[in-house]
Every structure is written in structure tokens, then in C-alpha cells.
């Protein structure tokens, strides 16, 4: 990693803050409500994020990454949400999930082919997990990849997918084994233009609108058997730890979503006049403004904490599970509270809350919603 001491660490923090905030006043704020509107994906912004070494945050500069950890890779992801969370998503998922997998799991050769263009931003991966009827539900999927001589056939629908459409590389898992079977899975790497590989629909969203979410089609697609990561039947085995790291992920883009709007809630409040003096000097709006500040701190802290025992190469299946769930359900309350601050000009798109409003829900059910947060944190903690 590129810190040797605490000082030289913050220093690291303190710089991508303030190259994020200028970029995103810049690349960003201006165009972001249009291109909700428009439900643009604005794949620029993201190569632009490239060339500032935020596509591999976490990828060695062996593989020309940044080389920098996860606290680093937190403040990314928040700085962006604070300003469009839809943005965040997607450098999110280009990150932990399709780059994560292939740095996790993949073999030297295949790291040294794709992690070059991933991390640097001149390639935008996806990860293909979901299927209309396998959410949560990953080991009776039905997509298939079938054996034969030295290539695979692959055949089936993703759906929910990030990157969908407009990715040059996909991570995708494919079932070669018995439905129900915890090790019927194989992970494949898919590169765009591949015979038989094709974007489907692309979804029509409550929020996150700046970031493309699509079906991905597989119909009889033929890879070579290089092109498999790990050994078959790993492929759902492989996806649980890249979730340890991709709802770390989620749980920045919550902590983003809130600060923003307890930012975009104290200024309003601090500005707006009622009856002689700011809404700000009323205890209602103080009190609620205080509460929000206090879980939106609480939400920071889980989340960096499991970022930082990722760093330290410890078991954080649990501790990402409960800095996902708290984060994400406090952004949504966070942005309801704010919304209610600024009244009726909250529910109007003049003002940023609106968005943070919409944007927020998808938190609480990527990566894994909330109720699947609980199921893994009780099996933590009751030893099941």
C-alpha cells in the first residue's frame, strides 16, 4: 500500500477528498439531474475516474492499480455519493465486484491481462450473479455453462446487472453442477463482443439512474476453458467473499447518501426563515438535525471499521453484513428526515434531497437486502 504511517495515510484521505470534490463539482453536479432525467448512463465520468486512479483503488500498482486500502477506497465511494450516489454505484461495483473477483480469485495470468484495463479505466467490468428467479437464492440459478472439449457453452439470463450493457469484461456465474448444490457454480470471464453474449433490457429505476442496470443474455455462448476462474464448482464460493467486500461497498455508498443529505438538511435549515428566526433555532428541526448527524456518524464508524479488518486480512463476513444493514437503512431514514426539513420544496427536484431520497432505497437491497443482512450476522453471532 502507498502509506507507511498514520500521517502519510491521512495525507492519502485528505487528497482524494479534495480531488473528488473538485472533480465532482466540475464533471458532475452540473449534469447529474439530466442525466437522471434521461436515465444516462455517463460512462465519460467514469474513465475520466480512471485517470485519477479511482477504477483499481485497491488493485496493486503491479497491475496498474492505485494500491491504496480500503479506508481509502470508503472515502472514494462516499465523496462521489455525496454528490450523485448513481456515480458511486458504479465505481462501487467496477471495484469490489467484477475487479475484486478477478483480484481475489483469478490466476496471475488472467490478472495480468485484465486488471491493467480495469484499474486504469480504459475497461468497465461487470459482475453477473442475479437471475430473475435466483436472487438470494444463487445455488439453483439457471444460467448453465456446459463442458465441451476445451470450451464452455453457456446459456441462461442475468438480470439486475451493473454495467450490463456497456461493460468490456463480465464476471459471470454460470451453474455446472446439480441445482441446490453450494458447489454447483463456476465463474467465467466474458469479455464484450463474444458470440452469443448480449444486453437485454435495460431497467427502468426508482433511483441510482446515472448508473446502467440491465439483463445480460447468454445464449449458446462459447469461451475457451482459459477463460474459467478457479477450479469448477468454486464460482459460488468465490462470490461470498467478493460480497464480504462489495457490501462494504454498498455500506460507503449509504454513509455517502446521508452525509449528503444531513449537509444538504443543516444548510437548507440554516438558511430557511419562519416566524422571525431559522427553522435551525426551532428544537424540532435541531433535534432531528442532531439525530440524523448522530446515526449518520454511527453508520461511518461500522463501515470504516470493516473496511479496516478487510485491510488487516480478517474474517469480516459479519462485520460487513451489520455496517451494510445499519448504514443503508439509516440513509433511507437520513434522507426521509431531510425531505421533511425542507417541507415542500423537498419534494420538488429544485433541491437535491429529492434524489438522495430516491437513490437511497437500492442500499438497503443490493448486494443483499436487509433481511439476508440479518440472516448472516445472526448465524455469526449464534454460531449456526
Avoid at 491493467?116 to 439453483?140: F, V
Avoid at 438558511?271 to 449518520?296: D, N, W
Wanted: hydrophobic fraction near 40%.
Amino acid at each position: 500500500m502507498l502509506f507507511h504511517t498514520p500521517a502519510e495515510r491521512e495525507e492519502n484521505l485528505e487528497m482524494i477528498r479534495d480531488t473528488l470534490r473538485k472533480f465532482a463539482a466540475r464533471e458532475i453536479d452540473p449534469y447529474k439531474m439530466d442525466w437522471d432525467e434521461a436515465q444516462h448512463f455517463p460512462v465519460q465520468v467514469l474513465k475520466a475516474l480512471g485517470e485519477l486512479g479511482l477504477m483499481g483503488v485497491l488493485v496493486p500498482q503491479e497491475y496498474g492499480g492505485s494500491g491504496f486500502g480500503y479506508r481509502e477506497y470508503i472515502t472514494a465511494i462516499i465523496e462521489l455519493a455525496k454528490v450523485d450516489p448513481g456515480i458511486g454505484l458504479s465505481m462501487a461495483a467496477h471495484n469490489s465486484l467484477c475487479t475484486g473477483h478477478i483480484l481475489l480469485h483469478a490466476s496471475h495470468a488472467q490478472k495480468k491481462k485484465y486488471l491493467p484495463l480495469l484499474a486504469t479505466g480504459k475497461w468497465l467490468g461487470a459482475w453477473a450473479l442475479t437471475e430473475p428467479n435466483t436472487g438470494s437464492d444463487a445455488a439453483n440459478m439457471m444460467t448453465t455453462a456446459q463442458k465441451k472439449g476445451n470450451s464452455w457453452v453457456i446459456n441462461g439470463t442475468k438480470n439486475f446487472i451493473t454495467h450490463g450493457k456497456s461493460c468490456d469484461v463480465a464476471v459471470v456465474m454460470a451453474r455446472t453442477g446439480e441445482m441446490g448444490n453450494p458447489r454447483n457454480a463456476t465463474a467465467f470471464l466474458i469479455e464484450q463482443g463474444t458470440p452469443g453474449m448480449a444486453a437485454g433490457k435495460k431497467e427502468n429505476k426508482l433511483g441510482m439512474r446515472t448508473s446502467e442496470t440491465t439483463e445480460m443474455i447468454f445464449q449458446d455462448c462459447n469461451i475457451p476453458d482459459e477463460n474459467r476462474i478457479g477450479e469448477v464448482g468454486d464460482g459460488f464460493v468465490q462470490a461470498l467473499k467478493v460480497l464480504d467486500g462489495g457490501r462494504i461497498s454498498i455500506a460507503a455508498l449509504a454513509c455517502g447518501i446521508a452525509t449528503g443529505a444531513l449537509d444538504a438538511a443543516i444548510s437548507y435549515a440554516e438558511q430557511r426563515q419562519q416566524f422571525g428566526k431559522t427553522i435551525a433555532q426551532f428544537q424540532g428541526i435541531s433535534f432531528k438535525l442532531a439525530e440524523m448527524a448522530v446515526k449518520t456518524e454511527a453508520a461511518h464508524l461500522l463501515t470504516y471499521r470493516a473496511g479496516d479488518l478487510k485491510d488487516q486480512k480478517q474474517p469480516v463476513t459479519k462485520e460487513s453484513a451489520m455496517a451494510k444493514l445499519y448504514a443503508s437503512e439509516t440513509c433511507v431514514w437520513v434522507a426521509n428526515e431531510a425531505v421533511q426539513v425542507f417541507g415542500g420544496y423537498g419534494y420538488t427536484k429544485d433541491f437535491p434531497v429529492e434524489k438522495f431520497y430516491r437513490d437511497a432505497k437500492l442500499c438497503t437491497i443490493g448486494e443483499g437486502t436487509s433481511e439476508i443482512q440479518k440472516i448472516v450476522i445472526a448465524r455469526r453471532i449464534l454460531g449456526a
